[in-house]
């Protein structure tokens, strides 16, 4: 077998937003992308039965949803687990709710929500290895997966191009802009760059497809299309906290860019208008004056 055979499998987890996992079979091993969330528990490990020899687990990004049966996974296949970063959060569930779900910030407004996230992973595991730009997996044949860094919607994401097939495995670089609350960013200045870096994937056809969690396979013109969108969300996002700054907190703006772009009071975007905000100041739009933000 020279190429690789792909396996799926996938839920919708709200109106127009999927999450699909897949597995990667060599001739030599095989090799399972994320691991979904618990209610696909049955599905993710006759998905590991099929390819067979599930030898690694890759893991795009250290939320919930990507994470949530690594434990079965483990337990039933044995396999290494490989992640870019953020250990603690695969690693001790207690850590990753605490600083996720930012309860003591966002307050009342997320109510029940940490136990939500809870309840989609089973149990941590230990990250064996991690990966780094460039690191290469060769599960057999002209199967070849290529570690690319696309720090963005999480700082340490990262995203796997199969040599063979020019399939982009990918987490939640596109990101699920359909869900009510913001999926959000860790990096703004750093998602341009992963975008950029993914459009020259495609335009050079070293990626001729893009298989993202949260979106059904994409050839390279729609994969470009998710590309502009997503251009243009992220600067949606700028352009509003701006226009909330006016001498505002960081509650106020968090507040008044929700109502902007109709998007649920949720810790996931307070957290990403927390760094937008250092952003702008930064690049020396904004200041902070005791908790108040202002322009210039
Ligand atoms: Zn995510």
């Not at 590991?48 to 690594?70: E, M, S």
Request: aromatic content about 8%.
């Amino acid at each position: 077998m020279n190429k690789p055979k792909i396996h799926h499998t996938g839920v919708v987890l709200m109106p127009d937003v999927p999450l699909h996992v897949y597995a990667i079979e060599g001739s030599h091993f095989s090799v399972l992308i994320d691991t979904g969330i618990t209610p696909m528990k049955n599905e993710i490990l006759s998905m590991c039965d099929k390819a067979g020899g599930i030898r690694y687990v890759l893991i795009t990004h250290a939320h919930a949803d990507h994470i949530g049966c690594n434990r079965a996974v483990r337990d039933h296949t044995g396999a290494t687990f490989l992640a870019g970063g953020a250990l603690p959060w695969i690693e001790d569930y207690e850590t990753h709710i605490r600083e996720f779900c930012l309860q003591e910030e966002t307050g009342d407004y997320t109510p029940g929500q940490a136990a939500e996230v809870r309840s989609i992973m089973d149990e941590p595991v230990r990250v064996d290895i991690t990966l780094r730009e460039g690191d290469l997996i060769r599960p057999g044949g002209e199967t070849v997966l290529e570690t690319i860094a696309v720090p963005g919607h999480k700082l340490e994401e990262l995203a796997f191009l199969e040599h063979s097939t020019g399939i982009l495995f990918m987490g939640d670089l596109f990101l699920a802009l359909k869900a009510p609350f913001f999926h959000g960013f860790q990096t703004a200045s750093g998602f341009h760059n992963s975008l950029h870096k993914i459009e020259n994937l495609l335009e050079s056809g070293r990626a001729k497809s893009v298989y993202a969690a949260h979106f059904n396979p994409l050839d390279a013109g729609q994969a470009m299309a998710v590309i502009n969108e997503t251009r243009s969300f992220l600067d949606q996002v700028r352009d509003h906290t701006l226009d909330a700054v006016n001498g505002n907190d960081l509650t106020t703006i968090w507040k008044t860019v929700c109502s902007k772009m109709h998007k649920d009071l949720e810790f996931r975007g307070y957290a990403m208008i927390s760094v937008q905000l250092a952003e702008l100041e930064n690049a020396g739009l904004i200041r902070n004056e005791g908790g108040l933000w202002q322009h210039g």
